[in-house]
C-alpha cells in the first residue's frame, strides 16, 4: 500500500468514527487529499488547529477564497466554526483533508475538484 493510501484509508476511518451519521463520498475526499500535496505527510501541516486563529484565517484566504473562489464575508467565519465544532474542538485529529472535504461540499464547490 502506498503512503498516499495510508493517508486515504486514514482519513477515511477518522471521518466514519468523528461523523458516524455523516455519509462519505470517498471519490470526493481521495480528490481532496490529493489536492492537498505533500502537506498530507506532515504532521503539522496535515491537520488544522481550530483554537488557532492564524491557522483558521489561513485556511478562509488560501482555501476558501483562492481555492474555491468564494467572496469572504462573515459565512465563511461561521462555516469554518461549524466544521470545528462538528469534528469536536478537543479532537486533536482535525485532519486538513477532512477539514476541506466538509467545507468544500458545505459551499457545493466539489466541481473544483473535477
Known amino acids: 500500500m502506498s503512503k498516499f493510501d495510508e493517508k486515504l484509508e486514514l482519513y477515511t476511518t477518522e471521518f466514519k468514527k468523528t461523523l458516524p451519521s455523516e455519509s462519505l463520498d470517498a ?10 500535496g505533500p502537506s498530507i505527510y506532515n504532521a503539522d501541516a496535515s491537520k488544522v488547529s481550530g ?3 492564524k491557522e483558521l484565517e489561513t485556511v ?14 462573515p459565512a465563511l ?10 469534528l469536536g474542538k478537543s479532537n486533536r485529529n482535525k485532519y486538513r483533508a477532512i477539514v476541506y472535504y466538509l467545507l468544500a461540499k ?8 473535477n
Not at 77 to 86: C, P
Not at 106 to 113: D, G, L, P, V
Open 27 to 36: 471519490d470526493f475526499l481521495k480528490k481532496v487529499t490529493k489536492g492537498l
Open 51 to 53: 483554537s488557532d486563529e
Open 60 to 73: 478562509k484566504k488560501n482555501f476558501l477564497i483562492k481555492k474555491l473562489g468564494l467572496t469572504d464575508s
Open 77 to 86: 467565519d461561521e462555516a469554518i466554526n461549524e466544521v470545528i465544532e462538528k
Open 106 to 113: 458545505k459551499f457545493n464547490k466539489e466541481e473544483i475538484y
